[in-house]
Nanobody, 125 residues
Framework: VQLLASGGGLVQAGGSLRLSCAAS????????SGWFRQAPGKEREFVAA????????YSPDSVKGRFTISRDNAKNTVYLQMNSLKPEDTAVYYC???????????????????WGQGTLVTVSS
């Protein structure tokens, strides 16, 4: 499975960006998709996740109400719509795919088997 993340860039505080993550290769059904981010000098952290069905979504309080994850299974693509961006959202954003992830592990990096290369999001104040 190969993952290609795109959509990052430079945006002013309060602006919006939409990230995309396209999966290719030997993908199968029923995989969960997640977004994580890593700011300079900080550890990678969970941003959002979604199950194959799209009816279960997960995100931490730091992005709730601002970020929305969605997916188009026909295109094997997952999206992260980011609104009301803040300078503290500046980071490299990574998408990931995992099979057989239980609900309590959706925010865990170790639950995901495949990772994209990351796309840089810079929010200026």
């Amino acid at each position: 499975v190969q993952l290609l993340a795109s959509g990052g860039g430079l945006v002013q505080a309060g602006g919006s960006l939409r990230l995309s993550c396209a999966a290719s290769g030997r993908t199968f059904r029923n995989y969960a998709s997640g977004w994580f981010r890593q700011a300079p000098g900080k550890e990678r952290e969970f941003v959002a996740a979604i199950r194959w069905s799209g009816d279960s979504k997960y995100s931490p309080d730091s992005v709730k109400g601002r970020f929305t994850i969605s997916r188009d299974n026909a295109k094997n693509t997952v999206y992260l719509q980011m609104n009301s961006l803040k300078p503290e959202d500046t980071a490299v954003y990574y998408c990931a795919v995992g099979y057989g992830i239980i609900r309590t592990s959706m925010a865990s990096q170790r639950a995901y088997q495949y990772w994209g290369q990351g796309t840089l999001v810079t929010v200026s104040s």
